[in-house]
Each structure stands twice: as C-alpha cells, then as structure tokens.
T-cell receptor
Framework: NAGVTQTPKFQVLKTGQSMTLQCAQD?????MYWYRQDPGMGLRLIYY???????DKGEVPNGYNVSRLNKREFSLRLESAAPSQTSVYFC???????????FGSGTRLTVV | GESVGLHLPTLSVQEGDNSIINCAYS??????FIWYKQESGKGPQFIID?????DKRQGQRVTVLLNKTVKHLSLQIAATQPGDSAVYFC????????????FGKGTHLIIQP
C-alpha cells in the first residue's frame, strides 16, 4: 500500500517554463489537495478536489491550475513558472473533510 | 491572517521528559483539529486528531487537549525520545469553510541527550 505518491521529487525550472506535478493515491480517498510549504512556514492550500470531477481554489491559487484526472490522480500545473513559486509542494488526500489527511513526501521545486 | 498559530518556534527538552507543544486558533467555527509531525525532508505525518465536541484525546504516548473557551490546543508527548525530534504543526478545519486544513507555522522540538 503506497499511500500518496508524488512525482518528481526534485525539479529545477527556468523562469517562464511550464511543468506538471503528479500525484496519485491508492486509498480510494474522495478528496485530494495541493499545498505549498515555504521555509519556516506552515503549509498553505493551493487547490483542492472534494470529489472526482470537482476542483476549487484554496488560499494561494494564483499561477497554478489543477486537474482531477480520475479518483486516484490529481495534478498541479505551473503554466509559466516564476521564482516566487520556488517551494516544496505536497499532495494530500482523505476520505472526508473530518478524517486525517495523508500526505505525500513532497516535490522540491526551484525556479531560477 | 492565519487562523492557527503556535506560541514558540523552538522547544528544547531533555530526553525522557514530557513535552508540551501549544497552539492558539482564532476561528470559533473550527471544528476539527489535527497534529502533524514533520521530519526533515519528509511530508507531514498524522499524529492525532480531535473534534470540537471533545476536550481530550489520547494516543500512544501522545495526548491532545482542546480548550474551546480560550481557543487553545496542546500536544503532550510523554517520555520524549530522540525520534521525536521534528517540527510539529497544528492544523484546523473550519466548519462551513473551504475544504482543506489551515496550518500554523510549526514548533521545532529539539531533544537534548
């Protein structure tokens, strides 16, 4: 049972480049989330998907897009990367809003 | 601003002592709280949760206390071990708000031998 799997683990982009961060969970969870974590700070919600076919903005959605491809997969896309998007990105999932969230191990993204 | 915060950025304790990590929240509509442990280079790991209809919940070596009157949450770790060294975050779900947790900034727990 792998839990939440994120790819890639590390990425360096040049300003203006695009990329997609992948996330998959094998726990049959309904909800999935993308967070970013900056140094010395807690996690901030970028986007979430309460169920397959729905997505909603979180606290810091600007510069990102998401796709809930199916129940298992939730991807995060940066269309034109900026240095301010240098961060560690975490994907999470849970069965319902009032149940513990399971996090992936993160993607470390640097934009130069 | 943030709804959830922590009183101390760093907490240093002796191995074997009990640790208490505190968290204050400001949104009275918060109805579900979770404590996470994050080790260097890893994702947050679930420790324990508590719902707003409870005051206390116990796990293995950990206890979470919730005081809704003063909007305060604490995590107690008994007999602290070297493996407990990590950053601890409290997080909340706000009833009627967007799905997803709101996190505090974290407390770095350092274990002294």
């Amino acid at each position: 049972n792998a839990g939440v799997t994120q790819t890639p683990k590390f990425q360096v982009l040049k300003t203006g480049q695009s990329m997609t961060l992948q996330c998959a969970q094998d726990m049959n969870h309904n909800s999935m989330y993308w967070y970013r974590q900056d140094p010395g700070m807690g996690l901030r919600l970028i986007y979430y998907s309460a169920s397959e076919g729905t997505t909603d903005k979180g606290e810091v959605p600007n510069g990102y897009n998401v796709s809930r491809l199916n129940k298992r997969e939730f991807s995060l896309r940066l269309e034109s990367a900026a240095p301010s998007q240098t961060s560690v990105y975490f994907c999470a999932s849970n069965l319902d809003r009032d149940y513990g969230y399971t996090f992936g191990s993160g993607t470390r993204l640097t934009v130069v | 601003g943030e709804s959830v915060g922590l009183h101390l950025p760093t907490l240093s304790v002796q191995e074997g002592d009990n640790s208490i990590i505190n968290c204050a929240y400001s949104n009275s509509a918060s109805d579900y709280f979770i404590w996470y442990k994050q080790e260097s280079g890893k994702g947050p790991q679930f420790i324990i949760d508590i719902r707003s209809n409870m005051d206390k919940r116990q796990g293995q070596r950990v206890t979470v206390l919730l005081n809704k009157t003063v909007k305060h949450l604490s995590l107690q770790i008994a007999a602290t071990q070297p493996g407990d060294s990590a950053v601890y975050f409290c997080a909340e779900n706000i009833r009627g708000g967007a799905d997803g947790l709101t996190f505090g900034k974290g407390t770095h727990l350092i274990i002294q031998p």
